[in-house]
């Protein structure tokens, strides 16, 4: 099975992810190919593959990739050899790739959107991750994170990290959950109004 998590920036994926893995939770997490830079601390190999816009288009023309996007002025795709594991795979990617990899494994994929609490929560986180270059990269990811709010709908399951111990209990359970049975999302993970409440804040109609 394959499990996407996407969300604007800032809601809090990287984090709760690296809790997830770290209770032995029994799933391969996909290494992205991207044309970005490395942020301070990051490895290649093990965060991302950094490859240059020229490399990541010989691997793109070569069907070397199961998606890609362009995502904040940068490409990023997901290496078809990643999914070829013989466990359950995870992949941090955004909502263009969730769209397509939905599309190709349909019925094996589960797809999970992470929210922060409000925008003004995400724009704090953003400021406090102190990850962006400068103002203009923060508002370029503020207002990427706008589309993304509008995307919801589309994915299975719908989590609010208001609280990072919460929601990998939350995210653990529904791994173990749907790894174990093979079906769908229990309902309460699908609750309209909450997502409503905070679509508002982003001014995105529900
Ligand atoms: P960052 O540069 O902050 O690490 O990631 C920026 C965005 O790119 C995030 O939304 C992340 O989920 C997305 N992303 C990372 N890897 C991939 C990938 O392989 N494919 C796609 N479509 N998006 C990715």
């Not at 799933?27 to 190999?45: F, K, M, Q, Y």
């Not at 509008?150 to 209990?169: P, Y």
């Not at 229990?186 to 409440?197: C, G, V």
Request: aromatic share 10%; charged share 25%.
């Amino acid at each position: 099975m394959v499990f996407v998590i996407s969300g604007p920036a800032g809601a809090g994926k990287g984090t709760v992810i690296k809790k997830v893995l770290r209770r032995n939770t029994p799933l391969h997490l996909a290494i992205s190919w991207t044309t970005r830079s490395p942020n301070e601390g990051e490895v290649d190999g093990v965060d991302y593959y950094f490859r240059t816009a020229a490399e990541f288009r010989e691997k793109c023309t070569l069907g070397g990739f199961a998606e890609w996007a362009e995502v904040h002025g940068n490409y990023y795709g997901t290496p078809t050899e990643e999914l070829v594991k013989k466990e359950d795979v995870l992949l941090e990617i955004d909502f263009q790739g969730a769209k397509q990899i939905k599309q190709k494994l349909c019925a094996d994929v589960h797809t999970i959107f992470l929210l922060p609490p409000s925008s003004t929560e995400l724009e704090r986180r953003l400021r406090a991750r102190g990850r962006e270059k400068d103002e203009g990269e923060i508002r370029r990811r503020l207002l990427t994170a706008h589309e993304e709010m509008r995307q919801a709908s589309f994915f299975d399951c719908w989590l609010i990290n208001d609280s990072v111990d919460q929601t990998v209990e939350k995210l653990v359970g529904l791994f173990a959950f749907l790894s174990l049975s093979r079906s769908n999302t229990p309902p309460s993970y699908r609750n309209e109004s909450l997502l409503a409440r905070v679509q508002a804040t982003f001014a995105v109609a529900a």
